[in-house]
């Protein structure tokens, strides 16, 4: 029998009709001949109501203690949706990541998979019995319970998939597939029947929320197709696989990205070293930097250098280079988090003459300041103000006819 892997957002598990409806599903496919590997998120909101809870008792709730407690919520998910599988008499049991065999490493918040041990997955398989994991969630060395992140549900089902050698990853949600833009910011943008890995990769990491990047990136490395599809209709959604066979235009989506902040540190010396100064500590704390701007030295040999970081990472960043400001002989530093990244994605530019100078021009007739380019061999980013990147996406998604 074929091993399928299906990922369960939290919209599709946020009601006692949702989780009935999705072991309908589940209960379906199972009759149908197939082993089933389920991971599931915490029901609706609830990761961010027991982040709210943590902090009604502590201004800065310890790190591991606060992962224990988000990891509740994929926990809650799994057994209610076990209980409703049993009582429609399907065999199925839940299982913690610590159970599937997840290990991670030692960041707490922002942990990474470090290997799977599939055993206890494959003895309830041998048992006929549907597999229900709490995402989100593996455990360290130390034994403790450590998350992976925002989406982190979706890293957990595609490594599993690796792990078991299924023959899909399917993830569920509440959008219907990849669409050429947010269809809440262009409600006219277009839905894509396949995507490349190459392609994903860089619209989940520049701020399309369907997938998370690392899960594209495992499921490339280990030639894994993904389907991103509704939990809420019967509709096909996107298969993301080893390339796209579509007849498609040059530039294949747009993102927006509102979780950005912006450091500069004005007056930096311009001498070996210092980028690994600056940065370093950062790495250290597990915080990671997406652009980085370094101007060119004139004269007197002082430059200025800015870098972007999540929002959630911001307060901690910024603390971080202002205790280094001395040390490194610059003369201060300045954040921004009122900012938002808009990116415009498609392997189609490689070889296509003018796309650059096509978003500037329609930035500038729209009045929208750009603060910040960077670039890669598919990607052109901009940042810009947070109250004007909707409108830019709108406007370039115009001009490039998607």
Known sequence: MLIIVQKYGGSSLATDEQIKKIAGWIAKRKKEGNQLVVIVSARGDTTDELIDLAHRFSDRPDK??????????????????????????CKAVSLTGFQAGIKTNG????????????????????????????????????????????????????????????????????????????????????????????????????????????????????????????????????????????????????????????????????????ASAIFEPLAQSSISVDTIVQNTSIEGNIIDVSFTVSKNNFGEALKIIESIIKSIDAKACLGDSELGKVSIIGTGMRNTPGCASKIFKTLYENNINIKIISTSDITISCIVNKDEAHRAVQALHKAFNL
């Open 107 to 274: 960041y707490h918040g922002q942990a990474r998979i470090l290997s799977i041990n599939p055993q206890r997955i494959l003895k309830e398989l041998k048992k006929d019995k549907i597999v229900v994991i709490a995402g989100f969630q593996g455990i360290n060395k130390e034994m403790d319970v450590s998350t992976l992140g925002r989406g982190g549900s979706d890293l957990t089902a595609t490594a599993i998939a690796a792990a078991l050698g299924a023959e899909i990853c399917e993830i569920y949600t509440d959008v219907r597939g990849v669409f050429t833009a947010d269809p809440s910011i262009v409600p006219q943008s277009t839905k894509l029947n396949e995507i490349g890995y190459d392609e994903m990769l860089e619209l989940a990491g520049c701020g399309a929320k369907v997938l998370h990047p690392r899960s594209v990136e495992l499921a490339e490395f280990y030639n894994m197709p993904i389907l991103v599809a509704s939990s809420f209709t019967d509709e096909p959604g996107t298969f993301v696989g080893k390339e796209s066979m579509e007849v498609r235009s040059k530039i294949r989506g747009i993102t927006c990205d509102l979780n950005i902040a912006r450091i500069t540190i004005v007056g930096v010396p311009d001498r070996p070293g210092i």
């Open 64 to 89: 591991r203690e606060l992962d224990t407690l988000l990891s509740t919520g994929e926990i809650v998910s799994s057994t209610l949706l076990v209980m409703t599988l049993i009582s429609m008499d």
